[in-house]
């Protein structure tokens, strides 16, 4: 039993939520605004915490997700007027990033890479193979772009124009989070938004974090020795460890790994 003495101050607490992994892919461990909201409302409601330190290491995915779950962060934050503040391990990239910037400060490890302030489409193209193998492709549309950079159809030089103008609107919604996040921190000199990612000392230098920190003793710093730190994370069901699951997650790990593997990870 757990005896409560009045008008005795309890030590500080602070919520820790781990986001790690690739953003809106298949499989268990990916991260998306569903599986992750009644996670960080726990974090942000129970026990008053005196701030949410978020755990990061991100390659990215989806925009959509990235900006799902950041939007809901600052919702909470806002609401309950609690701070956030992020911790970058290996990679805080693209939608990894996005994440990141959701905090109203962020520290990272010396080694930790960040950046990747862009958007990119992947693919492949099949139609060469298929006519060496004697298949004809055959494709019926209600809509004259309905198949679009269809892979087993040559490419069209007016799909890839679509294509790049929907990806540059993707990326100004990208800057223009980042800019609302991060303000007069930012180095407005220097070109941030090409995609490129750099390690914490150069990152803190452009402004894109604040400083090099870890967990556990940047906020013994901020809020003392004796306070409390309580994690909230996404439960994984013991009957989603079998069946076809197993293959969706193998799949997905194989497109995590390649993720990562883009930041030298």
Known sequence: MKLSLPF??????????????AIGMAGRGSLNDTALAPVLEKAFRKGKPVAVALEINSPGGS????SLIGARIRRLSDELDVPVIGFVEDVAASG??????????????ESSVLGSIG??????????FLARQGFERRVHTAGKSKSMLDPFSPEKKEDVARLQGLLGDIHENFIDHVK???????????DLFTGEVWLA?????LGLIDGIAHLKPKMQERFG??????????????????GASLAQDAIAGLEERAAYARFGL
Not at 96 to 109: C, R, S
Not at 119 to 128: R, T
Not at 180 to 190: Q, T
Not at 225 to 235: I, L, Q, T
């Open 180 to 190: 609302a996040r991060r303000g007069d921190k930012l180095d407005h000199n220097a």
């Open 63 to 66: 925009p959509v997700q990235s």
């Open 201 to 205: 000392r150069r990152a803190q230098e």
């Open 96 to 109: 990894g990033y996005w994440l990141a910037a959701a905090a109203d400060e962020i520290w990272a490890d």
């Open 225 to 242: 020795d004796k306070v409390k730190f309580r994690r909230y994370g996404v439960r994984k069901p013991i009957w989603s460890r079998f």
């Open 8 to 21: 005795v101050k309890k030590p500080p607490c602070v919520a820790i939520v781990r986001l790690s992994g």
């Open 119 to 128: 958007v990119i489409s992947a693919g492949f193209g099949a139609h060469v």
